[in-house]
């Protein structure tokens, strides 16, 4: 993988880590997360998408992740 493409994952990957961090702190729902996750820049590089997103979500919350 280029380093120009690992760079744009990987700062996709932190804005979603922060939304979710924002979940577990009880500050915004799992809705309102998935529409947040999926306006990030290059969310598609994640592999996360409007028909898997709120499936992610819920595993991650049932984990104590979020």
Known sequence: MSA????YEEQAE???DDII???GD???SIDT???KI???QNVEM???NEYNVHDYLFEVEGQGHA
Request: proline share 0%.
């Open 26 to 28: 009880g500050h915004i």
């Open 14 to 16: 932190i804005e979603i």
């Open 21 to 23: 961090t924002t979940l």
């Open 33 to 35: 997360a998935a529409k």
């Open 38 to 40: 999926l306006k990030v």
């Open 4 to 7: 120009q493409k690992r760079y």
């Open 46 to 48: 994640t592999g996360l």
